[in-house]
């Protein structure tokens, strides 16, 4: 399992079914730090479900893209998938 401990955090997109401020509480209550923007204290992001765009189904979203512009210039990010972050919640439970 992935140590979160004061590790910086950000949300992208829906984690259906938990809410942001479900995801939040989880990620608060295991030690971690959770901005609302990527800067260059960003560790980790959550990509949850892309949100839904019927004219362009492959955009991603900026904090999406902004990470991957950060560690194409050498940030070491974690990109955790939903699913990763469903296994973690489901194993503290």
Do not use: C, N, W
């Amino acid at each position: 399992m992935i140590d979160l401990k004061e590790k910086v955090v950000v949300i992208t997109g829906s984690l259906r079914p938990l809410t942001r401020e479900q995801a939040i509480a989880f990620l608060t209550e295991r030690g971690a730090t959770v901005h609302g923007y990527v800067s260059a204290q960003t560790q980790v992001l959550v990509a949850g479900h892309k949100q839904l765009d019927l004219f362009e189904p492959d955009k991603r979203s900026k904090k999406y893209e902004a990470v991957l512009q950060r560690i194409e210039e050498g940030q070491d990010i974690t990109i955790l998938s939903e699913d990763t972050f469903f296994s973690l919640v489901k194993e503290s439970h």
